[in-house]
């Protein structure tokens, strides 16, 4: 069996090997380590505690670098409350028991500390920090620019910021986390949370005894994510998924979406289980089995913990993944892409992997990576050159890569496109494209 | 497998064995000067100890964990630690040594803390581990994906045995010294991998599953 293994691992490393050609992250890395930037995260261990020589080493390293290299920008500082301007990290800030503490930054963020709420800066970035709410309460106000980099982690949770006002709180005894949006919005994640934007007015709380609760959003709000239409909230909770008579597994392919449809989500569908609409009577949280039998995919994202939800990934046909993945996109939940990841990976070869495989494309597409939205799209017309999807793919990739700037590639994909639907939907485009 | 090229194929590209062997440095190092230059406080010190063992690190760390969105971050903190505990490595001619401790160390830290947080395993859309670059094939990175699948199932200890003894390429002394474990437990890690991936790879990915198992499709095993 080790040699079955042997020729497996070597392949991997072989496709591995093309990433480590490109050297940007090592460049990053480089650049970061001469600017004295320290670590993202905090000492792992204490056998590897830092020394006094690592100390000299690194202050030698910036003394060089400011001296030979003075344009360098430099990571925000910060100034608590009372003190000297700093970039120390992972040093614990802490507001008094009958009093607040403030902390300013030099980009113009600041985060007030309620009273014996305690704090670290865990990252100081040109862009921004990483902030760690060890206990208590923080009032965040983070200065936006179009490069902003911010977080704050409070326990398990991760709140990413790119310009706002909040109030974030976090209670490890009671694992009970709090976040409150005055201005702007955010995204957060956590355990049984998938990550989702919180906006102005909106709350999110969460410990073992609650669930997310959000307030109504309110109507002036301009929804920041594509492809979200009609959301159903985690709460209440709503049916989302599609109605399939008992005992018909089989999978049904997504419908084609036309150009004006494409920003549509993929499985949003009129119907509704009337089954799925009544709650189980018993105080018992339902399993993923229950969920995934009902298809309350709303249900199975919202409020089963990892564990469960990756059972279910695991245990669904075709079709609930697919559909999984299509409620999981409309909740503005992170891991559809590993749904649809799912979907190739256990059904390698059928409709449904290569459905996936453009689902996964217009994901990428959306998400602004269009050459490898280029590249999902290519898997699918390979996979099923006659596909219902075909015709879309073939358009998609005219955009694709006329959004990637290949404009080799983009002419290329037009005139195949032209040559097979000289009248399609994307046939404007890509006539354009040639011209 | 209709449309999805198979494992067996992809595995039958030349140079496959030569793929998992380390990628040799351009340049010989003289480790013994690079630890006294870099405890004397050259400030010019960190940045030639990252040119001559950066990408060994960054090849270590995407062998351990494949596809993913912390490798800059663990590449900057295993530098960041070498350069902070430098002066506790005693014989300076085995700092290769050393530093593959130290990111197999780390990464195993990673592994274990998102095994406790099974929620981290997921990525955000934007963070999907993107094509590797644009001639790869796509197959290729399937598979990538599918592997690591499986293994992302596995004990961070398995995972790490299966990844430097398979992946990596190296020999059993190599990855147990690597590892910071004996012979001995190294190579029980290796047996108990191995029957975790396919115990894995059963259960989530028959194809593969079924691939490992059907070895007269790849033709050129033993």
């Keep these: 069996m080790s040699k079955r293994f042997e020729k497996l691992g070597a392949e991997v490393a072989r496709v591995q090997d093309e990433t480590l050609a490109d050297g940007t992250r090592r460049a990053a890395v480089r650049r970061r380590l001469l600017l004295g930037e320290s670590r993202s995260s905090p000492p792992r261990s204490s056998r590897w505690e830092p ?8 202050a030698a390293v910036v003394l060089a670098v400011v001296v030979l290299w003075p344009s360098v920008p430099e990571p925000i500082a910060y100034r608590v409350e009372g003190e000297a301007e700093s970039r120390l990290l992972d040093r614990e800030i802490a507001a008094p028991n009958d009093g607040a503490r403030s902390i300013a930054f030099t980009d113009g963020s600041a985060v007030r500390l309620s009273p014996s709420a305690r704090a670290r800066v865990r990252q100081l970035r040109i862009e921004g920090a990483t902030l760690v709410l060890d206990r208590g309460e923080a009032t965040v106000s983070v200065q936006h620019r179009d490069t902003t980099k911010w977080s704050v982690e409070a326990g398990p949770f991760l709140v990413r910021v790119t310009g706002t006002r909040f109030r974030v709180g976090w209670q490890p005894e009671a694992e009970s986390f709090e976040l409150e949006v005055f201005e702007g919005e955010v995204r957060v994640r956590g355990p049984s949370l998938p990550e989702r934007t919180v906006r102005r007015g909106q709350e999110v709380r969460q410990n073992p005894a609650a669930t997310v609760e959000p307030k109504p959003e309110p109507p002036q709000v301009e929804e920041p994510i594509r492809e979200r239409t009609a959301l159903p909230e985690p709460h209440p909770r709503k049916q989302t998924g599609t109605v399939t008579p008992a005992g018909a597994p089989s999978y049904e392919p997504p419908a084609v979406p036309t150009p004006s449809e494409a920003e549509a989500p993929e499985s949003t569908r009129p119907e509704q289980d009337p089954e799925a609409s009544a709650k189980p009577s018993s105080a018992e949280p339902p399993s993923w089995k229950t969920l995934l039998d009902r298809r309350d995919y709303s249900a199975l994202l919202t409020e089963l913990g990892p564990e469960q939800l990756e059972q279910a990934i695991w245990q669904a046909d075709a079709a609930q993944l697919l559909d ?4 999981a996109r409309e909740l503005g939940d992170a891991r559809a892409g590993s749904i649809y990841t799912a979907v190739r990976s256990r059904f390698s070869g059928t409709d449904a992997a290569a459905d996936a495989a453009f689902l996964l494309g217009r994901m990428q597409f959306h998400s602004g990576a269009h050459r490898s939205s280029a590249t999902w799209f290519e898997t699918y017309l390979r996979e099923r050159p006659d596909g219902r999807l075909a015709r879309e793919a073939a358009g998609r990739l005219v955009e694709a890569y006329q959004h990637a700037g290949d404009t080799d590639r983009a002419h290329e994909a037009a005139e195949q496109y032209l040559r097979r639907y000289p009248n399609g939907p994307h046939a404007g485009l890509a006539r354009s494209v040639l011209q | 497998m209709d449309g999805q090229m198979p494992v067996s194929n992809i595995m039958g590209w030349p140079d496959q064995k030569a ?17 006294e230059s870099l405890r004397s406080g050259d400030p010019g010190a960190p940045a030639r100890f ?5 990408r060994y690190v960054e090849r270590l760390l995407v062998r351990v964990l494949g596809p993913d969105p912390d490798l800059e971050d663990l590449l900057h903190d295993v530098f960041a630690e070498a350069l902070g505990n430098i002066e506790q490595l005693r014989d300076p001619t085995r700092l290769k040594g050393w530093l593959t401790r130290m990111t197999v160390f780390i990464a195993r830290g990673m592994l274990r803390r998102r095994r406790r947080h099974g929620w981290l395993a997921f990525v955000p859309d934007e963070e999907l581990p993107l094509m590797p670059s644009p001639s790869t094939p796509p197959e290729a990175r399937d598979l990538l994906n599918r592997v690591f699948a499986v293994l992302q199932r596995l004990r961070p200890n398995h995972r790490i045995a299966f990844s430097l003894r398979y992946i990596e390429g190296m020999t059993l002394p190599e990855a147990a010294e690597a590892s910071g474990v004996s012979l001995a437990t190294f190579k029980r890690w290796l047996k108990a991998s191995n029957r975790a991936f ?14 490992l198992l059907n070895t007269p499709r790849w033709g050129s095993l033993p």
Excluded: H
């Design chain 1, 324 to 327: 999984l993945g299509a409620a």
């Design chain 2, 198 to 211: 396919m115990s894995s790879a059963q259960r989530i990915d028959r194809a593969l599953y079924e691939e």
């Design chain 1, 51 to 58: 020394t006094l020589a690592w100390v000299g080493a690194m």
């Design chain 2, 50 to 54: 990252f040119d001559a063992y950066g």
């Design chain 2, 19 to 35: 793929a998992g062997q380390p990628i040799e440095e351009e340049s010989p190092i003289d480790d013994e000067a690079l630890v």
